[in-house]
């Protein structure tokens, strides 16, 4: 679907595909050393363009995961996805989402349209997704406030879930968004 930005660029919000795989694994590179939001750095992201490929096939034969990502002029700017926590009974009402924009693409609302996408995929899958769980660097308050404004609310804390390289931690937030009315 595409969406206009607070900016008037148009952005693009769609399935990611197998011919996305080289941009997609720049996109995982650039952000992880963008970030210290995230749980890997660049020089972790050490997957191959054909295993990249294996993986988006897999996607798209997968009714319990999905990866959207935000495309401006041919150029993958971010991507969200969204996973069942666990292929059991149990679990299948339950969803865990990742989500990343390059830098440069910040505040411009794509992180919005991304969470619209992925909130209209759990609810329209079947059996409908009936809450979404993530966790997020406390600190990061850019995601944090969009996090909040689409209704997610905390329910845990880690301290220490992170440790960097120069021996400095950062804490985590647990946070759900519910979809029904069981909460």
């Known amino acids: 679907m595409v969406y ?77 996805s969204v996973s069942v926590v666990r292929n059991r009974v149990r679990y299948l009402h339950r969803a865990r989402i990742g989500i990343m924009i390059l ?25 409908k997704i009936e809450q979404i769980e993530l966790e997020i660097v406390i600190g990061n308050e850019i995601a944090y406030n969009m996090y909040r404004n689409f209704g997610f609310v905390e329910y845990g804390k880690l301290a220490n879930a992170f440790k960097y390289p120069d021996g400095t931690y950062a804490d985590q937030y647990f946070m759900v968004k519910y979809l029904n009315d069981n909460k």
């Open 4 to 80: 206009i930005l607070r900016n008037g660029l148009k952005v693009n919000i769609r399935e990611i595909q197998e011919g996305d795989a080289k941009n997609f694994i720049e996109l995982l590179k650039i952000t992880h050393a963008e970030s210290k939001f995230l749980g890997s750095s660049d020089d972790e992201v050490d997957i191959t363009i054909e295993e990249e490929i294996e993986k988006i096939k897999e996607i798209r034969t997968d009714d319990k995961i999905e990866i959207f990502v935000a495309e401006i002029d041919d150029k993958i700017v971010g991507h969200v």
């Open 103 to 127: 830098k440069d693409y910040t505040g411009m609302g794509i992180g919005g349209k991304l969470m619209s996408e992925m909130i209209n995929w759990c609810n329209t899958r079947s059996p």
